[in-house]
């Protein structure tokens, strides 16, 4: 499976001499099963800005039964629907150890909506089944027949954040797990708590779609940054690239919703 617009070398190691400031292996998680609304944007976002900032993208996909690679510093997974979450869940009983280690050494890593909520400690469908995650985020969530839809804006410690959610799922935060951002418009993990999404160390987990990535590069730079700190062990060494048309895109959204 190619990603569209992504060269064909994109999952090779680079020529030697011809790693600029560092390879960054980006791990998309089941880009067949769980990549709705756009979500696999957000991989060809990151692998675009990493090529611009002067490092090599290696762009893995993994998909169910598959080694899972041997090196990722930034791994990312979309939502899907609920027949794509029961076919990666045999899988993720099989990668989970390596996703919590890989957590825990601050391998950065962006979940939106169905694996956001696997990556939580259990989504209990609407019939009342407990269908345990992976305990890497303190949330769990809860099977509804409503669906919050809608465009949403959030304050995060990366500036305005803003996207599209689309989910029937409730999800509540664990004591001391910290969300991902406020809802300043739109409904959030819930529609009443004012929380969005989760974050631990460099774990985001969101729900919104979008993709949110390139409608937000502040966020996508943080990813990178993380993840380019972990492959080289130096700081990350950001070029300054042009996102104005991003930037009044972004500045017109949240006008818009809360005007």
């Known amino acids: 499976m ?5 060269p064909a070398a994109s999952a090779l190691p680079a020529d030697p001499g011809q790693e600029g400031k560092g ?3 980006l791990v998309h998680l089941y880009p067949r099963e769980m990549s709705i609304y756009g979500d696999l944007g957000n991989t060809r976002c990151l692998a675009q800005r990493i090529r611009r900032h002067g490092y090599v993208p290696v762009v893995h996909q993994h998909h169910p039964g598959a080694p899972f690679p041997e090196q990722a510093d930034l791994v990312v997974g979309g939502g899907g629907q609920d027949s794509g979450q029961v076919r990666v869940e045999e899988d993720l009983d099989v990668i989970g ?8 050494d601050g391998a950065a890593m962006l979940m939106v909506c169905g694996m956001y909520q696997l990556f939580g400690n259990a989504f209990v469908t609407v019939e009342g089944t407990r269908l345990p995650g992976l305990g890497i985020l303190d949330v769990t969530t809860q099977g509804n027949d409503t669906r919050m839809i809608g465009p949403v804006v959030l304050a995060t410690e990366h500036g305005d954040v803003v996207g599209y959610e689309n989910h029937s ?8 797990q910290a969300p991902f951002g406020r809802v300043r418009h739109g409904m959030g993990n819930n529609g009443s708590d004012g929380t969005e999404g989760a974050r631990r160390g460099h774990v985001i987990g969101s729900y919104l779609h979008g993709p949110i990535l390139p409608a937000n ?11 380019a700190e972990r492959a080289t062990g130096r700081p990350f060494a950001p070029e300054t690239l042009d996102d104005e048309v991003a930037r009044q895109a972004h500045d017109a959204q949240v006008r818009r919703l809360l005007a």
């Open 23 to 25: 390879e960054i292996h």
């Open 217 to 227: 590069p502040a966020l996508a730079d943080a990813l990178i940054g993380w993840a």
């Open 169 to 176: 799922g409730s999800t509540t935060l664990g004591e001391g």
């Open 97 to 104: 150890d390596r996703l919590r280690a890989l957590a825990d």
């Open 2 to 6: 190619t990603i569209l617009g992504e």
